[in-house]
């Protein structure tokens, strides 16, 4: 299903992500539309760059691997998305914002939730001269026992 089609069965949902595209400023090119329709029309999650392309595959959207990274990107520096960086080869992107935590599942290569209130932070250093902290990112690695 393409976002055309999409757009048609759910005609309410395509303005919204335009106006949502513009008031973040960027412009609301058909692949940025059908990316954030796939990124956003349902629960918070966290994904990565080829599992967004697996699904704008499977959606009919075509749209190549770099375009998927420029728009994740661009969607996290408009303030849409959250980068998880997970090492220097891996990030995943949080449609949840707002200040938490995550695990990583080593063993699934997967991400999950940590409810800000259940880390406490003590002791983080003052900022550079010139800078300050905008946010505390807490990655706490897990794996199975079995």
Same mark, same amino acid.
């Given at each position: 299903m393409t976002i055309s089609s999409r757009a048609e069965t759910q005609s309410s949902r395509g303005p919204c992500l335009m106006a949502v595209l513009r008031m973040a400023g960027l412009r609301p090119t058909r692949q940025r539309l059908a990316l954030a329709?796939?990124?956003?029309?349902?629960?918070?999650?966290?994904i990565?760059?080829?599992? %967004?392309?697996? &699904?704008?595959?499977?959606?009919?959207? =075509?749209?190549s691997l770099a375009t998927i990274y420029n728009s994740l990107h661009q969607f996290?520096?408009?303030? %849409?998305l959250r &980068?998880?960086?997970?090492?220097?080869? =891996?990030?995943?992107?949080?449609?949840?914002?707002?200040d938490h935590h995550h695990f990583f599942i080593e063993?699934?290569?997967?991400?999950?939730?940590?409810?800000?209130?259940?880390?406490?932070?003590?002791?983080i250093p003052d900022a550079p001269t010139g800078m300050k902290v905008t946010h505390v990112d807490v990655i706490v690695r897990v794996k199975r026992t079995q």
């Open positions: 329709e796939l990124l956003f029309s349902g629960p918070h999650r966290h990565n760059a080829e599992q %967004l392309a697996s &699904e704008a595959e499977q959606a009919g959207v =075509r749209v996290r520096q408009a303030g %849409l &980068e998880i960086s997970v090492d220097a080869a =891996r990030s995943y992107f949080d449609t949840d914002t707002t063993d699934e290569q997967r991400i999950e939730d940590i409810p800000s209130d259940s880390i406490q932070i003590a002791g």
